[in-house]
């Protein structure tokens, strides 16, 4: 299944976001077994008039050493396809997979001592330019694990532009959020201009 966002800006608007700098940024939803301290800015980029987002559900896990900090890019150490139903085991060789018969749901056991974060990335194309960063991250102990399961759901906002897969302090209260589906796959979205917010035009298949 392919999901397509499009977003539109009329041009006095972009004027200003270019002026202040800021990014047009998607934050996409991962159910997590543990919490995670501060979102991850999944998809980043200076905006245009009309901006085209697309991607599929294929991710992949991930492990990181990166501080999870605001303004913090994180950089993948590990990484391997992400597979329903499997359980990947972090040691010296990297993350190894196997499946468990866990439905949905992706595990990850962390087996190296440090302080090591995990998660789901996910590739997207932007305006035709295929991309590849993190949806989420999670601290996990030495020997402990986490579950991951993601959904279709993201958050559309403006914040200070810096790069896809850089930690955020938070996702702003006036972000827009919408869940997409197998019925409605597609979105087009309106920028306005007073209030800084993104809204839904209009949804489709």
């Given at each position: 299944?392919?999901y397509e966002l ?5 041009p006095q608007a ?111 194309t932007i305006g ?78």
């Amino acid at each position: 299944m392919q999901y397509e966002l499009t977003m539109r800006i009329d041009p006095q608007a972009l004027r200003r976001i270019h002026e202040m700098d800021m990014g047009l940024t998607l934050v996409k939803s991962v159910v997590s077994s543990l919490p995670a301290h501060l979102p991850v800015a999944w998809v980043q980029f200076q905006p245009l008039e009309v901006n085209q987002v697309t991607w599929t559900e294929a991710c992949s896990i991930y492990a990181t050493e990166t501080p999870l900090q605001p303004g913090e890019t994180i950089v993948q150490i590990s990484e391997a396809p992400a597979q329903p139903g499997w359980v990947y085991i972090f040691n010296e060789g990297g993350l190894e997979g196997e499946p468990a018969n866990l439905g949905e749901v992706c595990k990850v056991v962390n087996g190296r001592q440090g302080p090591f974060a995990f998660g789901l990335a996910q590739q997207a194309t932007i305006g035709g330019n295929p991309m590849l960063a993190p949806l989420n991250a999670v601290t996990v102990p030495f020997n402990e694990t986490v579950n991951f399961t993601p959904k279709e759901t993201v958050s559309i906002c403006l914040a200070p532009l810096t790069s896809n897969g850089v930690v955020l302090s938070r996702v702003p209260g006036n972000a827009l959020t919408l869940s997409l589906t197998a019925q409605a796959p597609t979105a087009v979205i309106g920028f306005n201009d007073e209030s800084n917010t993104f809204y839904l035009i209009s949804r489709g298949e």
